[in-house]
């Protein structure tokens, strides 16, 4: 099977302006990605913009860039309008702010999404999801936080596990200790990182938005709330992303440190 990566990167970002292009590595922060991505098994890599800027700094370094509508309210909107004219069996939306993801955490989600595609029920999507980490068990950064997004998962079956919700809040509930999270390593994390196959990509644009997506503002539930099924893949710890200036002075310490 064909695996595409789209990365789609855009300039205004209200806690970070200018964010893929920050460069005091030495290379930008889009090029640290994309070359996370260039070494998977992916057979192609793109930056999908609509920034004049980040396109000229995505060629001085030899990436493949397509400019896109600046209309789009979201990445995988703009993932697909990117991918329109490309041939490709699986199309992995990967977020340009994610420098330090694995490669093999990408061919662990292509793998997942090609079992889950071939599966007697496909997948319309995979994602990744990893356990919380032990400690906090409250607070930032813990199941409890509402920008930590938590999801809920079936058993394995033909080679991966279902995604059953995806919330905000506290899910599972743990009631018999009235709350309180004695084991957060026993909740997943969800990564916002998807692959999708050309047909479903398209398809996932032409979903209205759903009620449970409004409400908990993650565009997930659009696709369980269509009926259809989202696959997961497990890896064992999340990337750390680059959402604040705090975020980017610890990746470049980071980086400097190897």
Known sequence: ???????????????????????ETG????QHTYEQAVA???DEVIVATDDERIREAVKAFGGRVAMTSPAHESGTARVAEAARDLKADIVINMQGDEPETEPESLNHLISVHA?????????FVSTLVCPFSAQPASGAGSPEDPSCVKAVLSAEQDGFRKALYFSRALVPFPRDENGYISNPSSYYLHLGIYAFSMTSLQAFEALPQSQLEQTEKLEQLRILEAGHIVAAG???AAPPGVDTPEDYTAFVQRYRNR
Do not use: C, F, H, N
């Open 1 to 23: 099977m064909k695996s595409v990566i789209v990365i789609p990167a855009r300039y205004a970002s209200s806690r970070l302006p200018g964010k893929p292009l920050l460069a």
């Open 27 to 30: 290379k930008p922060l889009i």
């Open 40 to 42: 998977s098994a992916a």
């Open 115 to 123: 079992r889950a595609m071939a599966a007697e029920q496909p997948a």
């Open 234 to 236: 497990v890896i064992d």
